[in-house]
């Protein structure tokens, strides 16, 4: 019953999506941009293609963009939701970026390499304002499938595979950052 229902909300959004517009790729390795624009964004991958919905909120006082992954299997038309995972049994669905007043402190780019498609973070963090200096954290995430080692984890998941912190910098905003991480590859 909850799986019906959760297919039924995808192809409502899908739907809604497909009607307002979406940004489709059509190359393995699509351009990555930052930020991600709205819509839908796919990259393929030899088992099928990783899927990003990327939507906005904004009113007077915020704005925040919301990632949401899902992996579409070779020869399967179901969308499996792919969480985020920070930590063993720490799972997050939805990602949004963060901001105060005109400053993001945290975004994120998926970078498409030869090994794998990645979800890039930067989280500024600072102690008693936006504007001030504070040390950021980069962390990679790699999209990743279950393998019969670790039965209890989700099928598809993104994991950390690789951390950089850039100093407190008062220039180094995390749009340069992301800017600057796209060039770079992740350490192993």
Request: hydrophobic letters at 35%.
């Amino acid at each position: 019953m909850i799986r019906r229902k959760q297919q039924f909300l995808l192809k409502i959004c899908l739907l809604v999506i497909l009607h307002f517009g979406a940004n489709f790729s059509q190359s393995a390795f699509a351009k990555d941009v930052f930020p991600m624009s709205q819509g839908l964004h796919e990259w393929q991958i030899s088992s099928g293609k990783v899927i990003l919905v990327v939507s906005t909120y904004q009113d007077s006082t915020t704005y925040k963009r919301s990632y949401n992954f899902y992996f579409q299997a070779k020869n399967s038309s179901d969308w499996n939701q792919v969480p985020i995972v920070r930590a063993q049994n720490d799972l997050q669905f939805t990602w949004s970026s963060a901001g105060g007043g005109d400053v993001t402190l945290a975004d994120g780019i998926v970078s498409a390499q030869t090994n794998g498609v990645y979800f890039v973070l930067a989280d500024k963090r600072v102690d008693n304002g936006s504007h001030e200096k504070g040390e950021s954290v980069v962390t990679w995430f790699k999209f990743s499938e279950s393998d019969n080692d670790h039965p209890d984890d989700p099928p598809y998941f993104l994991k950390p595979v690789f951390t950089r912190h850039y100093s407190k910098t008062p220039n180094l905003s995390v749009e340069n950052i992301l800017n600057k991480e796209f060039a770079l590859k992740p350490v192993k």
